[in-house]
């Protein structure tokens, strides 16, 4: 069985950087989509950014291209999520899902596996 345990939130000033993590244990993350998505209070979880099982394809939202970057190491069966330029609206906790979807689709549905999460918070 799937395990995914997200790690590296922290309080951070704007303008600030965080690199997430997202480690699986139980399964070989190779063959799987991964996506990392974000909710922050009162309002709905989004997709912010996925990767293909490949790494060769990604995506991101909108509100965080140019300053988020996801990339996967399956050596060491973890993906990462570097996160530049933080804003306040940035706040939330992230989770990393995976399944065997493409790149759309994981970032649009989610997969069946999640981790518990970790909270960013971007305030001066």
């Known amino acids: 069985q799937l395990q995914l345990v997200e790690s590296g939130g922290d309080l951070v000033q704007p303008g600030g950087s965080l690199r997430l993590s997202c480690a699986a244990s139980g399964a070989t993350l190779d063959y799987y989509a991964i996506g990392w998505f974000r909710q922050a209070p009162g309002k709905e979880r989004e997709g912010v950014s996925c990767?293909?099982?490949?790494?060769?394809?990604?995506h991101y939202a909108d509100s965080v291209k140019d300053r988020f970057t996801i990339s996967r190491d399956n050596a060491k069966n973890t993906v990462y999520l570097q996160m530049n330029s933080l804003k306040p609206e940035d706040t939330a906790v992230y989770y990393c899902t995976a399944d065997y979807l493409s790149v759309q689709a994981i970032c649009s549905m989610g997969g069946d596996y999640w981790g518990q999460g970790t909270q960013v918070t971007v305030t001066s």
């Open positions: 990767v293909s099982n490949s790494g060769d394809s990604t």
